[in-house]
Antibody, heavy 118, light 108 residues
Framework: QLQLQESGPGLVRPSETLSLTCSVS????????WGWIRQPPGKGLEWIGY???????NHSPSLKSRLTLSVDTSKNQFSLSLAAVTAADTAVYYC????????????WGKGTTVLVSS | SSELTQDPAVSAALGQTVRITCQGD??????ASWYQQKPGQAPVLVIY???KRPSGIPDRFSGSSSGNTASLTIAGAQAEDEADYYC???????????FGGGTKLTVL
């Protein structure tokens, strides 16, 4: 059974870069889209973006200027980098697998909490 | 503001059928998927595509679509169905994904 696990610092200073990695176990990074969703405290889900194994990406327009997504198929990992963070970037960050047909998310990580604070 | 609009809250009596809706112009073209999220947990897929249920999701969950509205119906809501529900699809441009604002279901 495929599992996803997020890793990264739980605290990031304002104006710095948030970096998270998602490790994929139980299967290869295959013909899917690998992405990120976040959820600020007490709020709804926000789609961040995803990356295909070839490196092709799709980002939320609101985050595109600060966002970098990457994938390392040899390590079965994909990563997120969000620059110039502010308190508004404080959230639970989920990594997830999107199935190309019908564009639905069938596997989610447990989520990791990131606090942006000085 | 979200381009997929959901009612913030819905309530249903135990055993009652409840419908949760998601409105957006992109839904005339793209299917919505639906996710259940309980407090402190990651979302779980309950419906995708043309009314498809993942393995393990009870058959009381069903999906439908008409015009610009996608619906998630729970036939005979159970106490364990109390959760937040989110729809997910494409934005109006069709180029990016987006979530609805979520609906909190209370089972009385």
């Amino acid at each position: 059974q495929l599992q996803l696990q997020e890793s990264g610092p739980g605290l990031v200073r304002p104006s710095e870069t948030l970096s998270l990695t998602c490790s994929v176990s139980g299967g290869p990074i295959g013909d899917y889209y690998w992405g990120w969703i976040r959820q600020p405290p007490g709020k709804g889900l926000e789609w961040i973006g995803y990356i295909y194994r070839s490196g092709t990406t799709n980002h939320s327009p609101s985050l595109k200027s600060r966002l970098t997504l990457s994938v390392d198929t040899s390590k079965n990992q994909f990563s997120l980098s969000l620059a110039a963070v502010t308190a508004a970037d404080t959230a639970v960050y989920y990594c997830a697998r999107t199935v190309a047909s019908y564009q639905y998310i069938d596997v989610w990580g447990k989520g990791t909490t990131v606090l942006v604070s000085s | 503001s979200s381009e997929l609009t959901q009612d913030p809250a819905v309530s249903a009596a135990l055993g009652q059928t409840v419908r949760i809706t998601c409105q957006g112009d992109s839904l005339r073209t793209y299917y919505a998927s639906w996710y259940q999220q309980k407090p402190g947990q990651a979302p779980v897929l309950v419906i995708y595509g043309p009314n498809k249920r993942p393995s393990g999701i009870p058959d009381r969950f069903s999906g439908s679509s008409s015009g610009n509205t996608a619906s998630l119906t729970i036939a005979g809501a159970q106490a364990e169905d109390e959760a937040d529900y989110y729809c997910h699809s494409r934005d109006i441009s069709g180029n990016h994904a987006i979530f609805g604002g979520g609906t909190k279901l209370t089972v009385l």
